[in-house]
T-cell receptor
């Protein structure tokens, strides 16, 4: 079955630690995205990538890093520089043409202890 | 800059009632795309519909219908005969056709719908 997988579903981190969230898709989509969701805030774009080995900052990239070494994978690292990382993180992907919709993974809930 | 406003933060209805979720958008692009997503309690966003700016025909899919009006920059979503399974957060989103806006979705803050049995 085609789809987007994110792991882990729940993640706990101590302050000062970096953590990496996984996002994999087998939909042959070109573009991939990372969003952060906080209560009452909607979704905010962290990073996106249109093609392999290229990515762009979104609206709230500070404290995060990404890589896009393979078309299927777009991992997100939450660094210790991110001051308030507790949130729900959603990964999405789509074909590169403008009009196509994004499809979302199940999300990772990150809690900083 | 693009903006999507969902003025209704939370709505509660009794099962079988009809409910309309409002969405107002702002964009400078002449061609753009509008979307609705559903987020059930599990968290995953589910795509519901895409509408192109050059196609103002309204759409109906089962109990769901969408009313797109360019004159008022609105793309409202109506659920007819609501059911408990419709309880979720619903997001309206906008994508432009030029520059960075063509690759990004701008989301509204969402409307939480609770359908009471």
């Amino acid at each position: 079955d085609g789809g987007i997988t994110q792991s882990p579903k729940y993640l706990f981190r101590k302050e000062g630690q970096n953590v990496t969230l996984s996002c994999e898709q087998n939909l042959n989509h070109d573009a991939m995205y990372w969003y952060r969701q906080d209560p009452g805030q909607g979704l905010r774009l962290i990073y996106y990538s249109q093609i392999v080995n290229d990515f762009q900052k979104g609206d709230i990239a500070e404290g995060y890093s990404v890589s896009r070494e393979k078309k299927e994978s777009f991992p997100l690292t939450v660094t210790s520089a991110q001051k308030n990382p507790t949130a729900f993180y959603l990964c999405a992907s789509k074909f590169r043409t403008v009009y196509n919709e994004q499809f979302f993974g199940p999300g990772t809930r990150l809690t900083v202890l | 800059a693009q903006k999507v406003t969902q003025a209704q933060t939370e709505i509660s209805v009794v099962e079988k009632e009809d409910v309309t979720l409002d969405c107002v958008y702002e964009t400078r692009d002449t061609t753009y795309y509008l979307f609705w997503y559903k987020q059930p309690p599990s968290g995953e966003l589910v795509f519901l519909i895409r509408r192109n700016s050059f196609d103002e025909q309204n759409e109906i899919s089962g109990r769901y219908s969408w009313n797109f009006q360019k004159s008022t920059s609105s793309f409202n979503f109506t659920i007819t005969a609501s059911q408990v399974v419709d309880s979720a957060v619903y997001f309206c989103a906008l994508s432009g056709s030029s520059g960075a806006g063509s690759y990004q979705l701008t989301f509204g803050k969402g409307t939480k719908l609770s359908v009471i049995p």
